[in-house]
């Protein structure tokens, strides 16, 4: 069975690459990322951990995003423009 793609609203900023709005609820602003896979280069370790604002790149994969108004989680390509 496939997935039913989801109707994204129409974005605030028409050069908006992503979704903030709930699919499922309308609700705005609402939207989490909850879990993702992180591939980090150029991270500094110090004695006291490590910051990703160090770091020289940065990719994501397989992110879930979080609705904390209707409870649902989405796959973040499910709300990319």
Sequence with gaps: MT???LKLPAPRDPD???CS???KCKSADT???QTL???VTGMR???DGFSFTDAAQIETSDENVYCSH???TF???ELTR
């Design 45 to 47: 370790l110090y004695e």
């Design 21 to 23: 709005e709930c699919p």
């Design 16 to 18: 908006a690459s992503f």
């Design 3 to 5: 997935k039913k793609k």
């Design 37 to 39: 896979e992180a591939r």
């Design 70 to 72: 209707c409870d649902e």
């Design 75 to 77: 796959q973040l390509s």
């Design 31 to 33: 939207l989490y990322v």
